[in-house]
């Protein structure tokens, strides 16, 4: 008799189980959908309050139209060109700043790792004397050839506005040099915004597009102004030359400018010209900025500027770690081209003094023995790779999130700037000084610009390595005669507890130095703007004044 109210008692059991399943699949469900996690094309990006906003690619050109708030870049759970392995962590994951960061030291918290250096209270002071007046009625042209890569160049141009103001000329917008190692054909309106540059410079000097056409035929004298000269050899020798001629040629422009003992109003005006008016075009900014952006979706980076391309090598004679074929390789190309004057070299000797880039393998080292983990982002500011993946693969193995603009961004978003150094090379200048830590594998022209501009900036923690001493420690763990570890991690820490960017006054010429060889050994101007263009903070200061990139 009661066997069929088991049965039903059976059935509703199992009604109630089915339907129970359903509502927690229904609840699951709903808690994926309500993850806020928006995927959009990479053209659509977010709207910035700057002077520039982020690029829309469309037909491979790049706009700049207002787009919607609500679409961020950092809501991307990926670049939609990146794979997987690629892309920056989920976003429901922890920040990585809640993490302990376990490097080579044991646990090393968030702060150690990415803390900024004090600025000591400096801030930028650019703004020019009470006694400083518009610029006095010009005694003719100054057209200027710039030489060298995109950071020569920079420092080339910044100096000759200073030239321009101190001898009374108009400045013609310099030419790009179109003739060095990397063959660009990029204008001055290319890589540079033409426009801004000549009206922020409106009150220190005149500066005009091209060259009056009436003028184009007058007898010009083209000068190599002499390296690192003072205010005596451009107001007596240079200016001199303007009772015979209308137009002066520079015909370089790299170190024609002491690096000290200048008066206070032209090193400030060096420092507007190289922080304020020499701005990227708007496109490159932009690009630029877009990469940063994705770069900041992965956290907190670094930006490495490894500096181990080809021209490099070539030029340095630096051959450790690379195969015969490869170092003759690099000695032919240094053989053939006419321009460097030095032939041969000893790599050997070159490496022991510090005098080469490290090598890929290195900073893995380096980096692992300043604690950074293997998950650190890692920006590579560098062209291509000498050897690509084969010397590469060290690094990568350590240090696996190694982006480039190449990997952050799609071919169509780069193909504006493509085949054109000087606007890949400020792609990188842009992401390397906005970036949390900048790292030079050499100090080169690039190094030294983007450490000047983020000591200008507020003291931007930046490590720089000490070859020579580090050199000495790979040599022996390449040996076998000492481990990676406590012990080689302590003294990489040790040796650059001093080397991150902290303030300090730039340095005079090496003891015993004479001649153009003191100059040589003098620290340049704008690799340490303090303490011309940097100033204690005072209360009520109205002659500090801020600049950041725009």
Not at 107 to 117: A, H, M, R, T
Not at 276 to 293: H, N, T, Y
Request: hydrophobic share 35%; charged share 25%; with cysteine.
């Amino acid at each position: 008799m009661q066997w069929p109210w088991r049965r039903r008692k059976v059935v509703v059991v199992v009604v109630l189980r089915k339907l129970l399943t359903c509502a927690i699949c229904v609840i699951a469900l709903m808690g994926l959908l309500s993850v806020r996690v928006h995927v959009f094309p990479s053209s659509k990006v977010s709207d910035l309050t700057d002077p520039y906003k982020l690029p829309t690619v469309t037909q491979h050109e790049l706009n700049y139209q207002k787009l919607s708030a609500e679409k961020k870049w950092t809501q991307e759970l990926t670049p939609p060109h990146l794979s997987k392995e690629q892309a920056p962590p989920h976003l429901s994951k922890a920040p990585l700043s809640s993490h302990k960061l376990n490097g080579a030291n044991g646990s090393l918290d968030f702060e150690k790792l990415w803390k900024q250096p004090s600025n000591r209270d400096f801030v930028p002071c650019v703004q020019p004397g009470s006694n400083y007046t518009a610029p006095d009625e010009s005694r003719g042209y100054l057209l200027v050839h710039t030489n060298g890569g995109l950071n020569q160049m920079r420092a080339g141009i910044c100096d000759m506005v200073a030239v321009a103001r101190i001898i009374n000329a108009t400045l013609v917008v310099p030419e790009l040099d179109k003739r060095s190692f990397w063959q660009d054909t990029s204008n001055f309106s290319d890589v540079f915004d033409e426009d801004h540059f000549i009206n922020a410079l409106a009150n220190d000097v005149n500066v005009i597009k091209k060259l009056p056409k009436d003028l184009s035929s007058a007898t010009k004298v083209v000068m190599h102004f002499r390296s690192w000269s003072g205010l005596e050899y451009y107001r007596d020798e240079i200016a001199s030359l303007w009772e015979e001629f209308q137009v002066i040629r520079a015909a370089k422009s790299d170190s024609r400018l002491a690096n000290n003992h200048l008066p206070p109003d032209i090193q400030k005006l060096r420092c507007r010209a190289c922080y304020e008016a020499l701005r990227f075009s708007p496109k490159i900014e932009a690009m630029g900025k877009l990469l940063v952006d994705r770069m900041r979706a992965y956290g907190p980076f670094i930006a490495l500027h490894l500096r181990y391309e080809k021209d490099m090598l070539a030029f340095s004679g630096c051959t450790h770690g690379l195969s015969d074929v490869e170092a003759e390789e690099l000695r032919t190309i240094r053989e053939n081209t006419a321009y460097w004057k030095i032939k041969d070299i000893n790599a050997t000797e070159q490496r022991s003094r510090g005098y080469c880039p490290l090598t890929p393998t290195e900073v893995g080292i380096f980096l692992t023995g300043l604690g950074y983990p293997s998950n650190t982002p890692i920006y590579i500011a560098a062209g291509e790779i000498y050897g690509g993946d084969t010397h590469m693969a060290d690094l990568r193995s350590r240090y696996p999130i190694l982006m480039s603009k190449e990997k952050l961004a799609s071919v169509e978003e780069l193909e504006p700037f493509t085949n054109h150094a000087s606007q890949m090379a400020a792609l990188d200048y842009i992401v390397s000084v906005e970036s949390d830590v900048f790292i030079p594998s050499y100090s080169g022209n690039m190094a030294r610009a983007v450490e000047g501009h983020r000591r200008f900036l507020g003291h931007r923690k930046t490590i720089s390595p000490d070859r020579k001493a580090l050199v000495r420690l790979f040599d022996k763990i390449e040996k076998g005669l000492l481990m990676e570890g406590r012990k080689v991690s302590n003294r990489i820490s040790e040796i650059h507890k001093k080397l991150q960017g902290s303030p300090r006054r730039r340095r005079g010429p090496v003891s015993g130095t004479k001649g153009m060889d003191r100059f040589r050994s003098e620290e340049a101007f704008y690799v340490n703007p303090l303490a011309d263009c940097l100033c204690k903070r005072v209360s009520g200061n109205v002659n500090a004044s801020t600049a950041s990139m725009r």
